[in-house]
């Protein structure tokens, strides 16, 4: 819902920007309206990318198609980066370079206060629909841990773009006032920094998880508890998860079995674990259990014999490769 509509707001906003600057000639009003059409593109390509991530697993992708989707966030990171910060930054050094007077402002202002009320509603969506998802934490620390990239990618997007109509109107009516053009090369150059700082922020939040990054210590906790409830399980060590995509997540835990359990009674210990863990947790596609004492474990975490760095319990920040 919060990227279709953004992406019907940023369509429209994007075609009256492109209007406002041939009419007028400001390279800020320019600028935003490269803005917006980088955004339309990135709501295109952010549908593709969940399209393309629920494909069904096969045997070349046993784990389905996820990341796609967080690969194609990171594209959109690089197009912001890319195509809307290097066009600002292109006509900001221009006009301050070489300025010319801003005609008709009037229809710049018509048409920011236009963007504003699309771009305003838009973020709107976006922030309560993002608001919905992040429980009981801080809107920071909720952009951090979170796995869905579209979900916080709009907010940012959207909060980029309300910025933006302010620092072009803002260099609009400076310009008109002193007479300066420059004023409005600097409205531009504003956007472009703009830009950069979302562009620099999607990037690294994309790549965590498209290389990798651990499910929420939420999780973990929640696997952990469940396995210590087993019988025959005397602990559960440890759990390493990997986040796939939103709602796709892999785990596997280090187990301790009591000695006097056959091997069906093991087995049907990891069924019933399994059973329940789907139960609570249907976002665990496939769980895998190392029977292991909790000596052994102890002393391959210690001397680096773990092949993976086990999820710290209750830990918030995530970190990568489980």
Known sequence: MAVWAALTGNLLVAL???????????????????HSLVDTVNEVLLLYGIARSTRPADRLHPFGYGRELYFWSFVVALLIFALGAGVSVYEGVGRVLDPHPIERP???????????????TSWWISMRAFGASKRNLGWWEAFRRSKDPPAFIVVFEDSAALLG????????????????????GAASLVIAGILVGV????????????????????????????????????SANSIVTVQLAPDNVIA???????????????????????????????????LFVKPQSVLVAAELRGNGGATMTPDPPGEASPLAGG
């Open 16 to 34: 009256a920007k492109f209007v406002a600057a041939t009419l007028t000639g400001s390279a800020a009003m320019l600028s935003e309206a490269v």
């Open 106 to 120: 009037a229809v710049i202002y018509v048409v920011l206060a236009v963007s504003l009320a699309f771009e305003g």
């Open 165 to 184: 109509i302010i620092a072009a109107a803002a260099g609009t009516t400076a310009a008109v006032l002193t007479g300066d053009a420059r004023w409005d």
């Open 199 to 234: 562009a620099g922020l999607l990037a690294q939040e994309s790549k965590a998880l498209l290389i990798g990054e651990r499910a929420d210590p939420a999780l973990s906790d929640a696997i952990l508890r469940t396995a210590a409830t087993i019988a025959g399980v005397c």
């Open 252 to 286: 596997t835990l280090s187990l301790d079995f009591s000695d006097y359990l056959t091997v069906p009674e093991v087995e049907r210990a990891v069924v019933e674990l399994e059973r329940r863990i789907r139960s609570a947790h249907p976002e665990v596609s496939a």
